[in-house]
Nanobody, 120 residues
């Protein structure tokens, strides 16, 4: 069982920055990939960024590439998403996901989400 808790969302003006955090607890060693998704009202949940344990290679969606940085702290089992030059189109609920495998098979654990609202 992996539990994720996101934080760091809020109301920010366009051009500002936010750093979202995702703190993991539970069976951490079973996680091999982390990701951040976002979902705007009436739209599907889309990948923003992901990072793989081991090589720490990041992957970014084209819509945010150059404005976001995903990173992780293996000591505290926390994953971060830095978003710079925020735009109103970035307004969404941001979710953290941890993917891995265990004896029963692959799993994906999701956090409860954190709201990001960008005003023009």
């Amino acid at each position: 069982q992996v539990r994720l808790v996101e934080s760091g969302g809020g109301l920010v003006q366009a051009g500002g920055s936010l750093r979202l955090s995702c703190a993991a607890s539970g069976i951490i060693f079973s996680i091999n990939k982390w990701g951040w998704y976002r979902q705007a009202p009436g739209k599907q949940r889309d990948l923003v960024a992901s990072i793989t344990n081991g090589d720490d290679s990041p992957n970014y969606a084209d819509s945010v590439n150059g404005r976001v940085t995903i990173s992780k702290d293996d000591v505290t089992s926390t994953v971060y998403l830095q978003i710079d030059n925020l735009k109103p189109a970035d307004t969404a609920v941001y979710y953290c996901v941890a993917r891995g495998s265990r004896a029963s098979g692959p799993f994906a654990s999701w956090g409860q989400g954190t709201q990001v609202t960008v005003t023009s």
